[in-house]
């Protein structure tokens, strides 16, 4: 596979149409419909041309488009599943409350703009905490992993993961 | 005696981040989370109250967020080229 080297004027559009049955299949082998696949790779699409609009660039284009995907695709089944499990089944108002929260346009809609003060603020925590997050959440690895490789305890990297979260937290709603 | 202390904003996001993290920890690649004991686990937390709600609500916003964002440490970038590669 050819990685396009970065470039602030990247055309995302032919990224995503060269990968486009690739994308599709990574998202459908996890939300198991290929109409919802679809959605999966337009919304990803629309999330990564306004965050790279206002970011600038991007290293290693495919592989940032593939983890949006299949990020979007698990985040979108276990959504569905919990609610399936929590909300459906059990007669529960104050959960049903809930899961109509979850799918609200105010929920899922996370604009460019937000993407770019999560960007900022963790841009703002100290390094280590940065990367231990991102190998967590955007590189799958586990704590333990990341704890091997930092040579720090599991239980600072949990701290950091939630460091991160939290400032993302401030970020996003604005908590002091 | 009813409690008169309930728990701190900065109490429920810690204890909704810890949900979080172990919903994470126990989905499998196909974003499956095979844990019923702690999905029930989990049920159960968030009927405690709206507060427990509002900050699960939170807490999934932030954390779908952030799946979307680019990362910056090249050894992220690897790891999910190299999972790519795997799935192409």
Known sequence: ?176 | MANEHPPSDEQLWQEALDWLLKLHEQTDAEGEVRDQVLLAGLGNWLRQGSGQQQMFNQALTVWEATGMLPPGSMEVINRVLERVRQQL
């Not at chain 1, 990968?19 to 599709?24: F, G, Q, T, V, W």
């Not at chain 1, 995907?69 to 959960?95: G, K, M, P, T, W």
């Not at chain 1, 703009?113 to 959440?137: G, K, N, V």
């Not at chain 1, 690895?141 to 460091?163: G, H």
């Open chain 1, 1 to 176: 596979m050819c990685e396009q080297p970065v470039s602030t004027e990247l055309d995302w559009s032919a990224v995503f149409l060269d990968y486009r049955d690739a994308l599709i299949d990574t998202s459908n082998r996890i939300v198991g419909c290929r109409r919802r696949a679809e959605d999966v790779v337009q919304d990803a699409y629309i999330k990564i041309t306004e965050m790279t609009e206002l970011r600038g660039s991007v290293r290693q284009p495919v592989s940032y488009a593939f983890q949006v995907v299949r990020n979007l695709s698990i985040d979108r089944r276990r959504r569905l599943q919990f609610e399936q499990c929590h909300f459906v089944n059990e007669a529960d108002a104050s959960l049903h409350e809930i899961s109509d929260g979850l799918s609200t346009p105010e929920h899922l809609a996370i604009q460019g703009q937000t993407l770019l003060a999560l960007d900022r603020a963790l841009s703002s925590l100290p390094e280590r905490t940065r990367r231990a997050f991102e190998m967590y959440r955007l590189g799958d690895f586990t704590q333990k992993e990341i704890a091997q490789q930092m040579e720090v305890s599991p239980t600072l990297v949990n701290f950091m993961v939630k460091d991160a979260l939290t400032a993302c937290r401030q970020a996003l709603f604005n908590q002091e």
